[in-house]
């Protein structure tokens, strides 16, 4: 079917830097599927709800992120991997959360910032950032 697979989290101090990864495999993914399809990422932190990153195009060329990791972190993609990726640049404490990357099938080129329009979803990465 479909899996998304993150990977790349992990204990880092406060203003370091990870880069994480989410490997899409499946039928649904093959022959040019992931490239037809946008892909976010989420992260949930202990005690609060799941909340925007950022999110990007199927083609690449058209980026969102939420206001508290804008100039920090880079979200891109390599279609041809059919990976995504998500470059966290000064880490702060507050980053502290499990990340989850997202597939959008049906949006139609839509940029949504709310979880409840992906489909489908890998598993979750730790993201620890000490103070």
């Known amino acids: 079917q479909v899996q998304l697979v993150e990977s790349g989290g992990g204990l880092v101090q406060a203003g370091g830097s990870l880069r994480l990864s989410c490997a899409a495999s499946?039928?649904?993914?093959?022959?040019?599927?992931?490239?037809?399809?946008?892909m976010a990422w989420f992260r949930q932190a202990p005690g609060k709800e799941r909340e925007f990153v950022a999110v990007?195009?199927?083609?690449?060329?058209?980026?969102r992120y939420t206001d508290s990791v804008k100039g920090r972190f880079t979200i891109s993609r390599d279609n041809p991997k059919n990976t995504g990726y998500l470059q966290m640049n000064s880490l702060k404490a507050d980053d502290t959360a499990v990340y989850y990357c997202?597939?959008?099938?049906?949006?139609?080129?839509?940029?949504?910032?709310?979880?409840?329009?992906?489909?489908?979803w890998g598993q979750g990465t730790q993201v620890t950032v000490s103070s």
């Open positions: 997202a597939v959008d099938t049906n949006s139609a080129g839509i940029l949504y910032n709310t979880a409840r329009f992906y489909e489908y």
């Open positions: 499946g039928r649904r993914f093959s022959t040019n599927g992931f490239s037809t399809n946008v």
């Open positions: 990007i195009s199927a083609s690449g060329d058209i980026t």
